[in-house]
Each structure stands twice: as structure tokens, then as C-alpha cells.
């Protein structure tokens, strides 16, 4: 339940490039001029993963990134109230 709402969440098409004979789609990437870089993969099924995967990982470094937070400010571990 919650793949698919990640994926219906994504904000890049998914589409069949016929030339590549592979799947494709865009990930934010806030490295890059055009702040997104493109992946494929050769079914849709793994690149339905690596984005599901890509945002998870997202989610984590947010999370991680609250409880340094809260840490640096001196609370308890008890007081963190994750996303």
C-alpha cells in the first residue's frame, strides 16, 4: 500500500524508451544543474523498486536527520516525534 502511493506520488513520467529497450523515469537530484538525474532499467517492475527505494532511503536521512537535531538540542530520545 504504501509502494503504491509513493509511485503514485512520483512527480516524473514513467515511460518505455523503444531505442534503449529499457524503462525510464527522473529522480530528484538537487546535485544536478536541472536538479533531477534520469534511470532506467530494463523492466518496469525494477524501476518501480528503485524509486521506491530511492524515496524510502529520502525518508530515512529526514528522519535521521530530526533525531540529530534533536539530539543537538539536548532532549531525550523519548521526546522524538518522527515524520
Same mark, same amino acid.
Given at each position: 500500500?504504501?509502494?503504491?502511493?509513493?509511485?503514485?506520488?512520483?512527480?516524473?513520467?514513467? @515511460?518505455?524508451?523503444?531505442?534503449? $529497450?529499457?524503462?525510464?523515469? @527522473? !529522480?530528484?537530484?538537487?546535485?544536478?544543474?536541472?536538479?533531477? *538525474?534520469? #534511470?532506467?532499467?530494463?523492466?518496469? +517492475?525494477?524501476?518501480? $523498486?528503485?524509486?521506491?527505494? %530511492?524515496?524510502? +532511503?529520502?525518508?530515512?536521512? #529526514? *528522519?535521521?536527520?530530526?533525531?540529530?537535531?534533536?539530539? !543537538?538540542?539536548? %532532549?531525550?530520545? $523519548? +521526546?522524538?516525534? !518522527?515524520?
Amino acid at each position: 500500500m504504501a509502494n503504491k502511493k509513493i509511485l503514485e506520488n512520483h512527480k516524473y513520467e514513467i @515511460y518505455y524508451s523503444e531505442s534503449e $529497450k529499457s524503462w525510464r523515469t @527522473y !529522480l530528484p537530484d538537487e546535485t544536478k544543474p536541472n536538479k533531477r *538525474r534520469p #534511470v532506467k532499467r530494463k523492466s518496469k +517492475e525494477n524501476l518501480e $523498486k528503485e524509486i521506491i527505494r %530511492f524515496y524510502i +532511503e529520502k525518508l530515512k536521512a #529526514v *528522519r535521521m536527520s530530526h533525531w540529530k537535531n534533536y539530539m !543537538l538540542n539536548g %532532549f531525550c530520545i $523519548k +521526546e522524538i516525534i !518522527l515524520p
